[in-house]
């Protein structure tokens, strides 16, 4: 981005690419395993969750001017929906998991109004080793993002865009096992996918 200078910022530094750490920017905030409630949890606080790096994601020091969210894969996968038992769990599982997004979205816009929130459809779920039925979720859950919740908060003023990392991966069907492994998390390449959309959309975003 000509004339602009990036900082990634975060209390995680594992996995960088090559490329960022030649450039020092090695910073994020996310997290393997975590669902919604495990960011809502430590955003203001710390709930323990394995690999927090102590929770407080949004400590007085971290003032982002872009925040990227991509988040809900690990609740599709495990089918988290607290409180619910037998059928009625699977009836109110997508309702439910809405529910917690809205909520996520909505806290992070009033604690940081400043910031711009791009709010990102999942990445496709791997359609071998019986994910068919949990990728149906992860469009059903994509659609509300881009058609009601990202609307939603657009419509109260508040600083947030669609990124869709979705459909690039569904682009590459034809070689899907290369964009997509272990069943729910990309490959090197799927990464690199995912970045040059994140890069696009805050170029978007701010200009660049």
């Not at 395993?33 to 203001?44: E, S, T, V």
């Not at 997508?94 to 992070?108: E, F, H, M, P």
């Not at 992860?138 to 869709?164: A, C, D, H, M, W």
């Not at 997509?180 to 998390?185: P, Y």
Request: hydrophobic content about 35%.
């Amino acid at each position: 981005m000509t004339g602009r200078t990036v900082e990634f910022i975060g209390s995680a530094g594992g996995n960088p690419s090559a490329a960022l750490t030649a450039t020092s920017q090695v910073n994020h905030e996310g997290h393997s395993g975590y669902r919604i409630d495990h960011l809502a949890n430590n955003l203001l606080g710390n709930d323990g969750t394995g690999g927090n790096n102590g929770g407080f994601c949004f400590n007085p020091a971290v003032q982002p001017d872009v925040i990227l969210l991509h988040i809900g894969t690990n609740d599709i996968w495990q089918r988290y929906n607290p409180g619910a038992r037998g059928k009625s769990a699977e009836k109110t599982f997508l309702a439910n998991l809405r529910n917690r997004l809205d909520s996520l979205v909505n806290r992070i816009t009033v604690l940081r109004p400043a910031a711009h929130l791009l709010v990102a459809s999942i990445i496709p779920m791997n359609v071998s080793s019986g994910g068919t039925l949990l990728n149906n979720d992860v469009k059903t859950y994509n659609s509300y993002i881009e058609k009601t919740l990202v609307p939603k908060y657009q419509n109260l003023g508040r600083q947030v865009s669609f990124v869709n990392q979705y459909q690039n991966r569904e682009s590459q069907r034809d070689d899907q096992s290369h964009i997509v492994a272990r069943w729910r998390a990309p490959q090197p390449s799927g990464y690199d996918l995912m970045a040059e959309t994140w890069s696009i959309a805050i170029q978007s975003t701010i200009g660049g």
